[in-house]
């Protein structure tokens, strides 16, 4: 199975890499696929330009031979739906399952997401739950219909959600931005390698 790891990374740190090191471990991933969004759709757009996370996540990937970055979105251009992305993947790779991970606050919002239906027709959804987060709503509803034990995923094509607990990380790109405006240190916070970048390109 393929992992995928959609967002803005703007810029990437330790919590999106503990998330997709937990996720591949748990489900045995053979690679995770690392997607930086050219033009989110549903926030405001990044701080940080398209090529200036790219290579920022191509700094962080480099030491893992497990995490790839695909470039699919941003070779795209314009608002990157991650409907077509898993159309592309999907094309790419054929019946291969394909496992898009998400946190639970993205999961709750799930259903808000363009052709969100279409998207659980090409790939499994797998949630990492920290402690305390839930599923509300729609996706309460969701996941109790699609609900699946993890050593069971590969026995369905697609359409199946599990749930993969991990280390909470009270880590945001959000307060990163925030904390380097101020001159202050984001050191344990990011990996070395984008810490060396944000050096060199004081972005934010």
């Not at 990044?46 to 941003?74: G, I, K, Q, W």
């Not at 993947?89 to 496992?99: A, K």
């Not at 279409?118 to 797998?126: F, G, S």
Request: hydrophobic share 40%.
């Amino acid at each position: 199975m393929i992992g995928i790891l959609g967002g803005t990374f703007d810029p990437i740190h330790l919590g999106h890499l503990r998330l997709a090191e937990e996720v591949r471990e748990a489900l045995d991933l053979v690679q995770v696929r690392f997607v930086p969004a050219y033009q989110p759709p549903h926030r405001r757009a990044p701080v940080a330009s398209a090529e200036h996370r790219l290579a920022m996540v191509e700094a962080a990937l480099a030491d893992n031979p497990h995490f790839c970055v695909d470039t699919r979105e941003y070779t795209r251009g314009g608002a990157s739906w991650m409907v077509d992305t898993c159309t592309s993947l999907r094309e790419e790779f054929g019946e291969r399952p394909l496992v898009l991970m998400m946190g639970m606050d993205a999961f709750n919002g799930f259903t808000r997401w363009r052709e969100w239906q279409r998207i659980l027709e090409l790939v499994h959804l797998a949630i990492a739950t920290r402690p305390g987060a839930r599923a509300e709503d729609e996706a309460a509803e969701l996941l109790a219909a699609r609900s699946c034990p993890t050593h069971l995923l590969e026995c369905a094509p697609v359409g199946r959600i599990v749930e993969v607990p991990m280390t909470a990380l009270d880590i945001s790109a959000t307060h990163i931005r925030e904390l380097s405006a101020c001159g202050r240190s984001t050191r344990y916070l990011l990996p070395k390698p984008v810490q060396e970048y944000l050096t060199e390109h004081p972005l934010y």
